[in-house]
């Protein structure tokens, strides 16, 4: 069996014809959380017996797990096994291939869920992927990619829609822009600005005052106020930040992000080159709505001004981390001399 949809789970643990093994992984961890608890509740039920539910997790007893698949099931229809974020960078060679041998087990009636909800191998990843592998034969593999903006619109909207409350796609967006498109964070924040909202619809003033920016989301900010020739405003967020205690070296190399961001989407549309592809190929992911928003910051600057503002920011950077000097005066001085090449280049 391939790699399966999370329309074909959905309609596995409804219909309870379960695959004896599942391997459930991706960049989007809420979505694997969710999904190994509704199909460890499917498999094994609300409230689990300990004959028919044995639980693992980081550094895993082999020999434990291979009796635990093995076992039969006692006064249920199924023995469930549930592996979460086990640290195959522990694992030697043989350790590896026990664990391989384990996944081939086909014990009547246990099912086997290996969910890999936080952990990530880096040493072993290519065992992870010979897994994922043996695993497809006869089993089903799911892996929940980073969503897109327009769907994470959506998944915000449906959030706020079960509290009663309605969200415009222009706020959901203004929400991710703002928090960033981790979907823990984004279902935190949907939950902390629900329970504040009197009315029945979530206002963007009211998204401004309760949600906490991520320091990408404030120096994208900073950057479009440079861009846009906002010197004030820009030196106000600057103040802000370093009264926040942000680190420097962060805000330079995030913001170093957000012009390479706008001077690759520039040079993209002078070559033709639809933001999809911009996106496939600098594999941007979960970040390509950063390319839109750099697109709209950047209208009314030069694309020799772009190409000056990155110049400025790699000297920063060099000097930054080979002469001592005061971070805040030196990053007060970058500003001053980006917003200049902006206000000389716009167009």
């Known amino acids: 069996m391939p790699k399966i949809t999370e329309t074909e789970l959905k309609k596995q643990i409804k219909s309870r014809s379960f695959s004896p093994v599942y391997v459930l992984y991706g960049s989007e961890q809420l979505y694997v959380r969710r999904y190994t608890e509704m199909l460890v509740e499917a498999v094994a039920g609300k409230t689990p017996s300990d004959f028919n539910f044995h639980s693992f997790g980081g550094e895993v007893n082999l020999d434990t797990l291979a009796s635990a698949v093995g076992v039969v099931p006692f006064m249920s229809e199924y023995n469930c096994v549930l592996v979460t974020d086990i640290f195959l960078d522990s694992y030697d060679s043989d350790g590896l291939d026990k664990l391989k041998a384990i996944c081939k087990m086909r014990a009547e009636g246990t099912i086997l869920i290996i969910s890999m909800t936080s ?12 897994i994922c592998k043996s695993a497809q034969k006869d089993g089903s593999v799911i892996k ?12 915000i909207g449906k959030w ?32 902390k600005i629900c329970a504040y909202t009197s009315g029945e619809e979530i206002q963007g003033d009211t998204i401004d005052k309760l949600v906490a920016q991520t320091l990408e989301a404030k120096i994208f ?20 930040l370093f009264y926040q205690k942000e680190e420097p070296v ?3 190399y995030v913001l170093s992000t957000a012009f390479t961001d706008a001077y690759r989407v520039r040079v993209a549309d002078e070559s033709g080159v639809d933001i999809k592809t911009l996106a496939e190929d600098f594999s941007y992911g979960k970040r390509t709505f950063a390319l839109d928003r750099a697109r709209r910051s950047t209208r009314q600057v030069s694309t020799e001004a772009l190409r000056s503002c990155l110049d400025a920011l790699s000297e920063a950077d060099v000097k930054m981390k080979s002469v001592a000097v005061n971070p805040r005066l030196f990053i007060e001085q970058l500003i001053a001399r980006l917003l200049l090449i902006a206000r000389e280049g716009r167009k």
């Open 221 to 240: 900010s900073l950057s479009d106020m440079v861009l846009s020739g906002r010197g004030d405003d820009a030196f106000q967020t600057l103040d802000r």
């Open 144 to 155: 929940f990619d980073s969503l897109n903006e327009a769907t994470l619109e959506k998944q």
């Open 160 to 191: 706020v829609n079960r509290q009663g409350k309605f969200i415009s796609r222009i706020n959901a967006s203004r929400l991710i822009k703002l928090c960033g498109t981790d979907l823990n964070r984004l279902k935190n924040e949907v939950d």
């Open 250 to 252: 962060m805000m330079l």
């Open 119 to 130: 952990y990530v191998p880096k040493r072993n990843a290519k065992a992870f992927e010979s």
